[in-house]
């Protein structure tokens, strides 16, 4: 099974200011067909999750710009620009290249400083 | 507009049974590979089941949950057989997107909460 590890599990930001999710596999997520299968999901507090990128780097209808995703082959990153206050939840990162199982990191808690 | 409504969690003896149904709006079922994801209190996200062209199980329910659909109802099922205390979880069904919507798990429900306890 393809283990995704995230970094850091609890991030503490201020207001305005930028942050950054590690995410890393445990092997290559480059699918045979070239692409690779790499999501980013924000699960807000009492919410169900919410796909904000697929396939790496792409964005998800109504998913603010101050979002973006990047990285390939096994290390890849969440960027927020600008933190503001609807951005505080849980993100995950998960793999749909090598399955099954499709795989999740264990979860990055965004809060405000 | 695409809408998954999970329903059927509730409390729940070990060694018992429960059913799960997702009912899929704005979107034909038959055309997309479709999942449970399930997530213990306070935990993270684990996929539990696929069905698609395969249906496809995590280890830790395969023999017990069986995943299926009635597709005249545009519904998907989870039957969860012989439960026990750590499938205590919120369950969402969840669409796996196409070419069009980007492959990965582009809806999701609301969820239905699975309590196996006695």
């Known amino acids: 099974d393809v283990v995704m590890t995230q970094s850091p599990l609890s991030l503490p930001v201020t207001l305005g200011q930028p942050a950054s999710i590690s995410c890393r596999s445990s092997?290559?997520?480059?699918?045979?067909?070239?692409?690779?299968?790499l999501n980013w999901f924000q699960q807000r507090p009492g919410q169900s999750p919410r796909r904000l990128f697929y396939?790496?780097?792409y964005r998800d209808s109504g998913v603010p710009d101050r979002f973006s995703g990047s990285g390939s082959g096994t290390d890849f990153t969440l960027k927020i620009s600008r933190v503001e206050a609807e951005d505080v939840g849980v993100y995950y990162c998960?793999?749909?290249?090598?399955?099954?199982?499709?795989?999740f990191g264990q979860g990055t808690k965004v809060e405000i400083k | 507009q695409v809408q998954l409504v999970e329903s059927g969690g509730g409390v729940v003896q070990p060694g018992r049974s429960l059913r799960l149904t997702c009912a899929a709006s704005?979107?034909?079922?038959?055309?997309?590979?479709m999942h449970w994801v399930r997530q213990a209190p306070g935990k993270g996200l684990e996929w539990v089941a696929c069905?698609?062209?395969?249906?496809l199980y995590a280890d830790s329910v395969k023999g017990r949950f069986t995943l299926s659909r009635d597709n005249s109802k545009n519904t998907l099922y989870l039957q969860m057989n012989s439960l026990r205390v750590d499938d205590t979880a919120v369950y969402y069904c969840?669409?796996?997107?196409?070419?069009?919507?980007?492959?990965?798990?582009?809806?999701w429900g609301q969820g239905t909460l699975v309590t196996v306890s006695s």
């Open positions: 969840v669409r796996d997107g196409d070419d069009s919507t980007g492959y990965g798990f582009d809806q």
């Open positions: 704005g979107f034909s079922l038959v055309k997309y590979a």
């Open positions: 069905g698609g062209t395969n249906t």
């Open positions: 092997q290559s997520l480059v699918h045979g067909d070239g692409n690779t299968y």
């Open positions: 396939k790496v780097s």
């Open positions: 998960m793999q749909g290249t090598n399955w099954p199982p499709w795989t």
